[in-house]
């Protein structure tokens, strides 16, 4: 897709979309994996559902008043932006590798989701994967940790990993991978100081 493409009704199927320009969902079916590099609007009163597995490197824009419900893996380090909801039920790993990823409303992890996030270092949003909700978190599922490139954490390490307006709940399960002889993994959600 080059130039503007807008899905108002009807039913667009493909095995793949590829967005490098402007693509507008606000109404109809979309039955398409997409792999989107530029911008990603989806609007209109309700929810519009992303069947397909999504790569996000550029931006999806999710409107105020609307959920974006992807319900097949979502990757890549770009963010979403708008007041809406976004509800990741397939799956979700922000970054391709390493990155810091925002969303700017809401977001709802479901119970059958899994939110991969990377290890690879100490640093925030380069050698570990952090994302940034400016809205409501509501948690669910499960909450597996993936160490890359050999990368062992020593006592005392730690990783902020996701920050919220305010969380709610926690994540059903966690999947952690091993450590060296005599380390454990602590998970702790955390209140800053004014609550």
């Not at 009807?10 to 792999?35: E, H, Q, R, W």
């Not at 590798?97 to 991969?116: Q, Y």
């Amino acid at each position: 897709s080059a130039g503007t493409y807008d899905l108002q009704g009807g039913s667009l199927t493909a095995a793949l979309l590829i967005n490098k320009d402007t693509v507008n969902y606000s109404g109809g079916t979309l039955n398409a994996a997409i792999n989107n590099t530029a911008d990603l609007n989806v609007y209109g009163a309700g929810a519009r559902s992303f069947s397909g597995a999504v790569t996000n490197k550029g931006t999806i824009d999710v409107a105020t008043g609307t959920t974006a419900a992807f319900n097949a893996f979502v990757t890549g380090a770009g963010d979403f932006t708008g007041g809406g909801t976004s509800g990741f039920n397939g799956g979700f790993s922000p970054g391709n590798s390493p990155a810091a990823v925002d969303v700017a409303g809401d977001a709802v992890f479901g119970s059958s989701n899994t939110l991969l996030m990377e290890l690879a270092g100490l640093l925030p949003g380069t050698e570990h994967d952090v994302l940034t909700i400016q809205g409501d978190a509501f948690l669910g599922g499960l909450l597996d940790i993936d160490l890359l490139g050999g990368f062992n954490p020593v006592a005392g390490d730690s990783f902020d990993l996701l920050f919220a307006e305010v969380m709610h709940g926690s994540f059903a399960s966690t999947l952690l991978p091993g450590l060296n002889a005599g380390l454990v993994w602590n998970l702790q959600y955390l209140l800053n100081p004014t609550g």
